[in-house]
């Protein structure tokens, strides 16, 4: 039986005796590469029309796809992010990251440690500052007190023969036992508050209180223009998550360890003596009306600021209030030395010798304004004086007083 041909095999056979004949194919077959170029090329005809310019031509080349690169390794830009297939570049961006967190880390330690040595130096030499032997201690204790009838100097600095009767009185008191601070208080109440004066805030100690601030403000200040610096490169470039909190932490402990050396040195720091509370209220208080010893606190205030107009002003209205009050006269006579106007001085005094003759104090005060005068009844009246209180803080100088004339 013959084998029958299949309906494919049949129709290829038809379509080529029809092409042989010079018909057409009803079914064409599908077009090639060529043909499928050139209808992209018809339908793309505004790739060859000329424009402004140019010429009408070909097109030389055509845009790639994607990630169609060649395959050599590319030096990374540092400002652009990392690419997905270049694992060695993310590589290097994290350990340059790495790298300026480990250099953070050991810029803290070591700023901390500074801060500790410092503080440790500064506490070691104040601890060898510290007076130990009876001319340290009386020196320490005159820089606190006022010389009564210099201007503007401390016991310790002055070179009075009255400076140098206070020093000794204060080293003869430190040998009888008894403690600074009954010392000063005995000084304020002979010479009234305005003779303490505030210690002197020097030294190696005073370093330690300034470092710790300075160290800690230098910190934040570079901290903040590095960050500003880096901020448009980091917002380009990821980064670890970690890094931004690792800086934080040594920052935070430097500071913690100068306020911690700052807080130590307050505590064991010996505060600076405050002002007696009439002498501090009456610096903000209204004048007071007819109360003597308001205005007597008013006084010492203004003498304790070196107003010594101002405080003689109160002093006479003390006086005026009660006149059988002798501290009023002292002072004012002092303060009126002090100011440079003896003749006031010398009426003060002679007021309070009109009723006690031999007052030490007053005899003192006149005595001074008489030789500031050039009154030669001056050296009478300092001798009136050796002789009622021969033991005086003032005694030594008025001995040398009469010796020099």
Not at 10 to 16: L, Q
Not at 67 to 77: C, I, L, S
Not at 257 to 280: E, F, K
Not at 310 to 325: H, V
């Amino acid at each position: 039986m013959p084998r029958r041909a299949s309906p494919d095999r049949e129709d290829r056979a038809a379509a080529r005796a029809r092409r042989a004949a010079g018909g057409h194919d009803r079914h064409p077959r599908r077009p090639g590469r060529r043909a499928v170029a050139a209808r992209r090329d018809r339908r793309h005809r505004s790739h060859h029309r000329p424009g402004p310019g140019r010429q009408a031509g070909r097109v030389l080349g055509r845009p790639r796809g994607s990630r169609d690169v060649p395959a050599r390794p590319q030096r990374h830009d540092p400002g652009l992010p990392p690419r997905a297939d270049q694992p060695g570049v993310g590589a290097q961006s994290r350990g340059s990251t790495r790298g300026r967190v480990v250099t953070r880390r050991v810029l803290a330690v070591v700023g901390v440690v500074a801060v500790l040595v410092l503080a440790g130096v500064g506490l070691w030499r104040a601890g060898q500052d510290r007076p130990e032997t009876l001319e340290q201690r009386t020196e320490a204790i005159a820089a606190e007190l006022g010389c009564p009838t210099c201007e503007a100097q401390s016991v310790a600095m002055s070179r009075s023969e009255i400076a140098t009767a206070m020093r000794a009185e204060i080293s003869g008191q430190l040998n009888e036992g008894r403690t600074p601070e009954q010392i000063r208080a005995w000084f304020a109440d002979r010479y009234g508050p305005a003779v303490l004066l505030d210690p002197p805030a020097a030294g190696v100690g005073l370093v330690v209180w300034v470092v710790p601030a300075v160290l800690l403000g230098a910190g934040l200040a570079l901290t903040a223009v590095v960050v500003r610096r880096r901020a448009p490169a980091q917002a380009a470039v990821p980064r670890v998550p970690a890094p931004r909190v690792r800086w934080v932490v040594p920052l935070a402990a430097l500071g913690v360890a100068a306020a911690g050396v700052t807080a130590w040195l307050t505590v064991d720091s010996p505060a600076a003596p405050a002002p007696p509370p009439a002498v501090a209220a009456a610096v903000a208080a209204p004048e007071p009306a007819a109360d003597p010893e308001a205005w007597l606190a008013r006084g010492a205030a203004l003498e304790a600021e070196r107003k010594y107009g101002p405080s003689a002003d109160a002093y006479r209205t003390a006086a005026d209030l009660r006149p059988q009050d002798v501290r009023a006269q002292v002072r004012l006579g002092l303060v009126l030395l002090k100011a440079g106007e003896p003749a006031e001085a010398e009426s003060a005094a002679r007021r309070i010798l009109v009723d006690r003759p031999a007052h030490p104090e007053g005899l003192l005060v006149l005595g001074l304004a008489q030789r500031a005068l050039g009154a030669a009844e001056a050296p009478g009246t300092l001798q009136r004086f050796l002789e009622t209180a021969p033991t005086h803080p003032a005694a030594a100088e008025v001995r040398r007083l009469l010796a020099g004339t």
